[in-house]
């Protein structure tokens, strides 16, 4: 069941990016963004990577590769897994107490129901410890993710802009920039 709720966690993740962003999505079930030794589905600007071994799957991991870097859309897609989780335990729940289906249903709706919310749970609280991505990176669970943009929303652009003048090599403008920023060396 563990699986089942990685893949709608991420697909929630997804959805949202697929809504909001006009460039492609990436999510990656069973791992924390490996290609290798996967399937690949590719659907127009949605492409997902399954990892052939459940037993060997870490989690899951949805990229937005998008220009695109409005800070409400980047809520909404962070908020986007958790959300799909919430509403398949909520559900899960309506099936339980309103239908009259077979033992073995009520069974399956149940898992889905505890796995759900735990997924819930988990990723909407706050994680300060980092993810360690397959290519080296960091990341962090939903929830501290949204907690860090809250933290550093006043100085977005700021950090956008400087992350733009840093992949465009032009380092001198970016000093400049930087220095131009009230009290720049307390400035998040």
Same mark, same amino acid.
């Given at each position: 069941? !563990?699986?089942?709720?990685?893949?709608?966690? *991420?697909?929630?993740?997804?959805?949202?990016?697929?809504?909001?962003?006009?460039?492609?999505?990436?999510?990656?079930?069973?791992? &924390?963004? *490996?290609? $290798?030794?996967?399937?690949? /589905?590719?659907?127009? !600007?949605?492409?997902?990577?399954?990892?052939?071994?459940?037993?060997?799957? !870490?989690?899951?991991?949805?990229?937005?590769?998008?220009?695109?870097?409005?800070?409400?859309?980047?809520?909404?897609?962070?908020?986007?897994?958790?959300?799909?989780?919430?509403?398949?335990?909520?559900?899960?729940?309506?099936?339980?107490?309103?239908?009259?289906?077979?033992?073995?249903?009520? /069974?399956?709706?149940?898992? /889905?129901?505890?796995?759900?919310?735990? $997924?819930?749970?988990?990723? @909407?609280?706050? %994680?300060? %410890?980092? @993810?360690?991505?397959? %290519?080296?990176?960091?990341? &962090?669970?939903?929830?501290?993710?949204?907690?860090? &943009? !809250? #933290?550093?929303?006043?100085? &977005?652009?700021?950090?956008?802009?400087?992350?733009?003048?840093? *992949?465009?090599?032009? @380092? $001198? *403008?970016?000093?400049?920039?930087? #220095?131009?920023?009230? #009290?720049?060396?307390? %400035?998040?």
């Amino acid at each position: 069941m !563990r699986s089942l709720t990685v893949i709608i966690h *991420e697909m929630g993740h997804a959805i949202v990016g697929l809504i909001l962003f006009k460039g492609p999505i990436h999510v990656y079930i069973g791992s &924390y963004g *490996e290609s $290798d030794g996967g399937i690949n /589905l590719k659907l127009s !600007r949605l492409t997902i990577t399954f990892k052939y071994k459940i037993h060997y799957w !870490r989690g899951g991991l949805c990229i937005a590769h998008t220009p695109t870097k409005s800070l409400v859309k980047l809520y909404l897609f962070t908020i986007g897994g958790p959300l799909a989780s919430l509403i398949v335990a909520i559900t899960s729940l309506l099936i339980l107490i309103y239908s009259d289906l077979h033992g073995a249903i009520k /069974l399956g709706a149940l898992t /889905l129901l505890i796995s759900s919310f735990m $997924d819930f749970i988990q990723n @909407i609280s706050p %994680n300060p %410890n980092p @993810i360690k991505l397959d %290519n080296g990176n960091m990341s &962090y669970n939903d929830g501290q993710t949204l907690l860090l &943009y !809250r #933290e550093f929303k006043g100085a &977005y652009n700021d950090i956008l802009k400087l992350t733009q003048l840093y *992949e465009e090599n032009k @380092i $001198d *403008e970016g000093i400049k920039h930087f #220095e131009s920023l009230n #009290e720049p060396e307390k %400035n998040k």
